[in-house]
Structure formats: structure tokens, C-alpha cells
């Protein structure tokens, strides 16, 4: 079975600045995705970005990227010039890649909670 | 792309009665669509697994007879809470599986707040 762990339950960041939210994944799968869902206060889950674990380049999508360190089996994710419009709870989630034909099922870490303040 | 809507986005039920909850993708066909549960402040929950044309496979723990799900379309799963109680009052969220850009990837929709008094 696979395990998702977001260790920061809170984390702030100042408009305009930087912020790094930390996961882990534990699995003895070898071909599978990653992703990051963005939770606002509207409760709509949104995918932010996405990682096919063969591929060594990291992600990027407009301000946020990934680091994805697939030895150390860490994720994370990176939100470049943050705006009051990101905050909200982040969900990393692992996804088996599945035969074709059949999915699989996402795995969710418990989440961070980003407020980015003025 | 890849939009998927859920109606009613809120609903009010007495204790006893059900309530159905529909989950479709509106611009692309979804063989498999997820159904979540979501309690205040937490992840995701996993109920269980919806394919079209066959039936749903359930998550541990979850009853089968009381969350009915139907994928009857490759547009449209419904999720009918039966004989609902308090307790289960909750957030569900559905998702919609897709294949864009050889990804496969989950679309979610808006989610359904549930309250039985």
C-alpha cells in the first residue's frame, strides 16, 4: 500500500515571496504519477500540477514547480511570486500506474494548510 | 477542459429519506468516476470506485447499501445516500477519471454538501 505524508499542517508566506510545501511518498511501485490538488475555501478541488514519476525533468506550470526527488521519494512543491489567490489547503496525492483500461485509485497525504498574508 | 459538475451543490434532508447526488463530466466521457467523502478540515476519503456499465467497487468499511452508486453513461454517476441519518451528514466530492496528454488524471467536481437533520 502506498502513503502520502505532508509533515506542515500550517504555513504562511508573504505576498509576493516563496513558499516550499514538503511531501513524502512511500511505495514499491516504480511506475505511477504524482500531483498536487489546491483546496480554496470553496471546497473545489483543483489540480495544480502533475508529475509522471520516469520522467526526470521537474514540472512547472506558470509560478508553480515541483522538485521531485524520485530516490528520495519526495515532492514538493514550490509557489514562485504568491498571491492571495493561493491560499488554501494543498493535497499531495501518489497515483498507481494502472494497466490500460483500468484506473487507479489517488492517495492523499492529510494536507497544508497555505494562508499568504499581505 | 475536463469540467465535471455535481448537482444539488447543497441539500437538506430529513432523517430517513435519501438523496441522490450526481456527478457528471461535461466536456469528455469518463469510463470511472470516483466518489469522496470529506469531513471538516481533513483529506479525502475514498467511498468507492464507479465503472460504466458494471457495478461499483466499494472501499473497506463503506456500505453498499447504503451509498447506491450508478454510472449508467460515460457522463453521469449518481451517488444516493439511503435512509440518511445525522451522521451521515458530510461533504461529497465525485471526481472523473481522464486520459489528457497520456496522463491519466482525476477532474473533481464541486462537491455536495449534505446535512440530515
Known amino acids: 500500500a502506498q502513503t502520502v505524508t505532508q509533515s506542515q499542517p500550517e504555513m504562511s508566506v508573504q505576498e509576493a515571496e516563496t513558499v516550499t510545501l514538503s511531501c513524502t511518498y512511500d511505495?514499491?511501485?516504480?511506475?505511477?504519477?504524482l500531483f498536487w490538488y489546491k483546496q480554496p475555501p470553496s471546497r473545489q478541488m483543483i489540480l495544480v500540477i502533475r508529475?509522471?514519476?520516469?520522467?526526470?525533468q521537474n514540472a512547472t506550470e506558470n509560478r508553480f514547480s515541483v522538485n521531485f526527488q524520485k530516490a528520495a521519494k519526495s515532492f514538493s512543491l514550490k509557489i514562485s511570486d504568491s498571491q492571495l489567490g493561493d491560499t488554501a489547503m494543498y493535497f499531495c496525492a501518489f497515483m498507481k500506474r494502472g494497466r490500460t483500461g483500468t484506473a487507479s485509485k489517488l492517495t492523499f497525504g492529510t494536507g497544508t494548510r497555505l494562508q499568504v498574508t499581505l | 477542459g475536463a469540467v465535471v459538475s455535481q448537482h444539488p451543490s447543497r441539500v437538506i434532508c430529513k432523517s430517513g429519506t435519501s438523496v441522490k447526488i450526481e456527478c457528471r463530466s461535461l466536456?469528455?466521457?469518463?469510463?470511472?468516476m470516483f466518489w469522496y467523502r470529506q469531513f471538516p478540515k481533513k483529506s479525502l476519503m475514498l467511498m468507492a470506485t464507479s465503472n460504466e456499465g458494471s457495478k461499483a467497487t466499494y472501499e473497506q468499511g463503506v456500505e453498499k447499501d447504503k451509498f447506491l452508486i450508478n454510472h449508467a453513461s460515460l457522463t453521469l454517476s449518481t451517488l444516493t445516500v439511503t435512509s440518511a441519518h445525522p451522521e451521515d451528514s458530510s461533504f461529497y466530492i465525485c471526481?472523473?477519471?481522464?486520459?489528457?496528454?497520456?496522463?491519466?488524471?482525476?477532474?473533481f467536481g464541486p462537491g455536495t454538501r449534505l446535512l440530515v437533520l
Open positions: 511505495t514499491s511501485e516504480n511506475n505511477y504519477y
Open positions: 471526481s472523473a477519471r481522464g486520459t489528457f496528454d497520456l496522463v491519466e488524471t482525476q477532474y
Open positions: 508529475q509522471e514519476a520516469y520522467k526526470q
Open positions: 466536456d469528455f466521457q469518463a469510463t470511472t
